[in-house]
């Protein structure tokens, strides 16, 4: 069964210090490792799509890295927008075909002034 | 530019009751699914279709009804609701396998 685990829970960052949020896998053939940022009120938004170790990422002030096990969302110079729930999710195909996502719990980031 | 529209966003239910989420897409994506987020829990997959006419269970079916008569459209129904449902549900899209879904802003279900 694919497990997805992500840490921290929580992170307080003041505004430009810089950190990374970690997403740990386990899948059996990962199709992809998803990584989007969900407002309160809102639906996740598609960040990144990362599909093979060594691959990378960068959209602005974020940057996605992946490795056979894991994956870093690394935030440089953060400012308060930047303040959301950041999900990584796995993906797999179903036995019927179609896609499915297996979610972590997500890491509830603040960036304060 | 509307994306995946999900109608309502908020309900409140009683025990027994029945209702259905709906979910429109105008994206012309062939993949749709249904979710729900619960607290601490990442989301879960209900059921999903790969296309009109095909539906399958996901993770967490029980309780749900769903069908897909047209491309766009990819309602959920709730048969006989239970205060277990009460979640946040989103429906998303995509438009073939390994992309990225695209989500609605979702339906808050409570049930009492």
């Known amino acids: 069964e694919d497990q997805v685990t992500q840490s921290p829970e929580a992170l307080r960052l003041q505004e430009g210090e810089s950190s990374s949020l970690n997403c740990s896998y386990t899948?059996?053939?990962?199709?992809?490792l998803f990584w989007y940022r969900q407002d309160p009120g809102k639906g996740p938004e598609f960040l990144f799509t990362?599909?093979?170790a060594g691959e990378e990422k960068e959209k602005e002030r974020l940057k996605a890295t992946l490795t056979k096990k894991e994956s870093f969302l690394h935030i440089t110079a953060p400012k308060p927008e930047d303040s959301a729930t950041y999900l990584c999710?796995?993906?797999?195909?179903?036995?019927?075909?179609?896609?499915?996502?297996?979610f972590g719990t997500g890491t509830q980031l603040k960036v304060e002034l | 530019n509307a994306g995946v529209t999900q109608t309502p966003k908020f309900q409140v239910l009683k025990t027994g009751q029945s209702m259905t989420l709906q979910c429109a897409q105008d994206?012309?994506?062939?993949?749709m699914s249904w979710y729900r987020q619960d607290p601490g829990m990442g989301l879960r997959l209900i059921h999903y279709?790969?296309?009109?006419?095909?539906?399958d269970q996901g993770e967490v079916p029980n309780g749900y009804n769903v069908s897909r008569s047209t491309t766009e459209d990819f309602p959920l129904r709730l048969l006989s609701a239970a205060p277990s449902q009460t979640s946040v549900y989103f429906c998303?899209?995509?438009?073939?396998?390994?992309?990225?879904?695209?989500f609605g802003d979702g339906t808050r279900l409570s049930i009492l």
């Open positions: 994206m012309n994506h062939e993949y």
């Open positions: 999710a796995v993906g797999d195909i179903l036995t019927g075909g179609g896609n499915k996502l297996t």
């Open positions: 899948v059996s053939g990962l199709r992809g």
């Open positions: 279709s790969v296309g009109a006419g095909i539906t």
């Open positions: 990362l599909y093979s």
């Open positions: 998303a899209s995509s438009d073939r396998e390994g992309q990225p879904q695209h």
